[in-house]
């Protein structure tokens, strides 16, 4: 069936890629509009250089519907975002995890109340900037999820929580092309941004000063605690365990011939527990609140390869699933570095079987 004259609703953020997609579905015949999700107050925004959401962001959106002679708006969803994105995001930091706010982002503003949103209002799909494939598989009868084809740029690992329901509903129309050839289509089309600088990942959080921002909201810095080893014994003194993530090397302030490493934090100790690369070294990951992008949990083993975190490559293991919406995977390799609180992704080659939140780790 031709989806000419179908509606779409387009995020837009003001950037290259959500400006490139609406371009590309206008001309396929799409009925499109764009939407400007305004998360948080942009104020806080104009003292960084890399955020969205900005006056300047919402100004280039408009712009381009405007050149493209489709509706546009801006949708206040602050109260929403303060509760399912910022306030989770400082718990898990005074917990010691280390969380990922853009894929709770994704997962229930972007992928979740805007596809309500634009069912509600008459539209048929919803389509985001972002590098990935959907593809309807007909003999299985159900959408896959794909890398993008660009893997410099490839954010399939923040999409794993979308379901049927969501893939069916869901354009992503850049997901086939590379960064060069979407600034190169901006250009040819004559956006202003087509060389704009792309947003850092935390929007909300100016210069990326994690610390800085949580302390500004809890309205004082968080205390002191000892750094000690695996037995206990002491080593230092950290400046609150929100400054610090599994894996970190750097700022610990520790003299040593051998580098100390983060290998576990222990928030209702407050303290921070220091050891070398080598015990950072995981076989075993566990997982919670698993996503199957296919609707159907697997039976028995899954070959897979495994992603810690987005900028990982990925380690071959064999995953299979629990009770209570768990999996656990077993990697034929050590992996090193995985921070309770990130998202463990499968993989497939470059099909996304989906995902959850490291829960546990196992050396």
């Not at 893997?151 to 997901?175: A, R, T």
């Not at 202003?192 to 500004?216: G, R, T, V």
Request: proline fraction near 3%; hydrophobic fraction near 35%.
């Amino acid at each position: 069936m031709s989806e000419t004259g179908k509606k779409v609703m387009i995020a837009m953020s003001g950037g290259v890629d959500s400006s490139a997609a609406a371009y590309l579905l206008c001309n396929k015949g799409y009925s499109c509009s764009g939407i400007t999700m305004k998360l948080y107050d942009p104020e806080a925004a104009c003292e960084a250089e890399k955020t969205c959401c900005s006056f300047e962001d919402i100004d280039d959106a408009k712009a381009v519907c405007g050149t493209l002679g489709i509706l546009y708006e801006v949708k206040d969803l602050r109260e929403d975002f303060e509760r399912n994105v910022i306030c989770p995001f400082v718990t898990a930091y005074e917990r010691g995890l280390t969380p990922n706010p853009c894929i709770e982002c994704n997962r229930t503003l972007k992928f979740r109340r805007l596809i309500e949103e634009a069912l509600s209002r008459g539209y048929d799909y919803v389509a985001t900037g972002h590098y990935a494939r959907v593809v309807y598989d007909d003999e299985a009868g159900i959408y896959r999820l794909f890398k993008g084809v660009d893997p410099s740029k490839d954010q399939s690992y923040v999409l794993y929580m979308l379901g049927q329901k969501e893939l069916s509903h869901l354009l992503l129309p850049i997901g086939d092309y590379t960064k060069d050839e979407i600034r190169g289509i901006a250009g040819e089309v004559g956006f202003s941004n087509a060389s704009k600088h792309d947003s850092q990942d935390i929007c909300f959080i100016p210069d990326n000063d994690y610390a800085a921002f949580l302390e500004n909201r809890r309205g004082s810095a968080y205390e002191p605690g000892e750094f000690v080893d695996a037995d206990g014994n002491v080593l230092g003194t950290h400046k609150g365990i929100i400054r610090y993530t599994v894996g970190q090397r750097k700022g610990l302030g520790i003299s040593s011939t051998e580098p100390y490493y983060v290998t576990e934090i222990r928030a209702e100790e407050n303290r921070v527990v220091l050891g070398r690369r080598d015990d950072l070294a995981v076989n075993e990951v566990w997982a919670r609140d698993f996503t199957w992008v296919s609707g159907k949990e697997p039976v028995g083993d899954v070959d897979c390869i495994g992603k810690i975190r987005y900028s990982h490559r990925g380690q071959r293991g064999t995953a299979r699933a629990e009770e209570g919406g768990k999996i656990k995977i077993a990697f034929e390799e050590p992996v090193y570095g995985v921070s309770p609180g990130q998202a463990l992704v499968l993989y497939d080659g470059d099909e996304v079987l989906g995902g959850g939140i490291i829960e546990i780790i196992k050396r």
